[in-house]
């Protein structure tokens, strides 16, 4: 059985839901000890990549290995090294997080004392000591999810697969969680993890491979995503929205380049390659034009500008977040 240099490997991977191919020929390589993120709008077949490597749902074509094992072939073996944390907690609410954990350490055939043991190890890392013998409905939705996180940690799996982790937490519940992941990247584990938040993706992954429509669109590193629409952008902003064509001219002119314009933001944006030449030059022109400027500058482009160029649209229409009706159906299937 050997362990192969790969955490996971899925290739080609095909699932059909009657009519609906959820995956088309979807390929993806994890390097063992990183996190790879897997960034997507809703609907793009996140859930179902997690599923089957987690070997919940059984795959209709193409082949994939998870710590080196064949997840067609072997799936006991399989769910034996893996976690899974998924959409929405699993915790019980009615009793206290260290009672969770000793519950779930016996249900993983943990002796008594060797549950104990290792629910106070996970609630020392996952920073939730303090509120260990509190009941679960009294925690915040950070404080659930690493509770949950910490669940999925008791066998101490070599690859987890956290699905949507900060989907619907606030900007503290995400911090926490984010620190939960860096915690446990730093002792070894393997990380996939999904998400539709482009920041969150380039804040915890090695690596992110962009899917859409059940197949992968892109795999690289953060910075080499970004490094594909060019480098640096100026952004000009002007105070009257009917000097924007104006303002427009100018950029067009001093970069080469054709310019984005936000009306409602009264903004027009362009990729710069002499930055400091660019900036110089626009700042002058738009002066000698006498066209008032709220705010000019340059700025590095973002993975949802990479993500636009991608895929030739916006991450969910527009709003690159989900609504609540969007999430609660995500629940009822997640579930
Ligand atoms: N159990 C199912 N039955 C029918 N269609 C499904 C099922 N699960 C997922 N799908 C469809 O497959 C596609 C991919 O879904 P999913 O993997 O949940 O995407 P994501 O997690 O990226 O939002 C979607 O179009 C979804 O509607
Ligand atoms: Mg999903």
Not at 6 to 28: I, P, Q, S, T, W
Not at 76 to 102: F, H, K, M, P, S
Not at 119 to 124: G, T, Y
Not at 219 to 225: K, Y
């Amino acid at each position: 059985m050997s362990p192969g240099p790969h955490a996971v490997l899925a290739e080609g991977l095909e699932k059909r839901y009657g009519e609906k191919r959820a995956l088309d020929g979807f390929d993806l390589t994890v390097a063992r000890g990183t996190v790879h993120g897997l960034l997507g709008p809703n609907g793009a077949g996140k859930t179902t990549v997690v599923r089957i490597l987690s070997t919940l749902v059984r795959l209709d074509g193409g082949r994939a290995e998870v710590a080196g094992i064949d997840v067609a072939g072997r799936p006991r073996e399989v769910r034996r090294r893996i976690g899974l944390t998924g959409q929405y907690a699993a915790v019980d609410e009615i009793t206290t997080a260290r009672q969770n954990l000793v519950m779930f350490g016996r249900l993983f055939h943990l002796g008594k004392k060797a549950a104990e043991c290792r629910a106070a190890e996970l609630l020392e890392q996952f920073a939730l000591t303090d509120a260990a013998d509190k009941g679960v409905k009294e925690f915040s939705g950070g404080m659930r999810r690493r509770l949950d996180l910490a669940t999925s940690m008791i066998l101490a799996p070599q690859v987890l697969f956290l699905d949507e982790p900060t989907t619907g937490l606030d900007p503290r519940g995400r911090n926490e969680v984010w620190e939960a992941v860096r915690s446990l990247v730093a002792g070894g584990t393997t990380v996939l993890l999904t998400t539709q938040y482009l920041d969150e993706a380039d804040k915890l992954a090695d690596r992110i491979a962009v899917i859409e429509r059940g197949r992968t669109i892109a795999d690289d590193t953060p910075a080499a995503l970004k490094q594909q629409i060019g480098g640096d952008r100026i952004e000009v902003v002007v105070q009257e929205a009917a000097d924007l064509p104006a303002a427009l001219r100018v950029v067009a002119r001093v970069t080469g380049a054709e310019p984005d314009s936000d009306p409602e933001a009264r903004r027009v944006a362009a990729p710069v390659t002499d930055r400091v030449a660019a900036l110089t030059e626009v700042v002058r022109t738009l002066q000698d034009e006498k066209i008032p400027v709220e705010d000019i500058g340059l700025r590095r482009p973002t993975l949802d500008e990479v993500f636009l160029r991608i895929t030739g649209r916006r991450a969910e229409d527009g709003t690159g977040d989900a609504g609540p009706a969007e999430r609660t159906r995500e629940a009822g299937r997640a579930a």
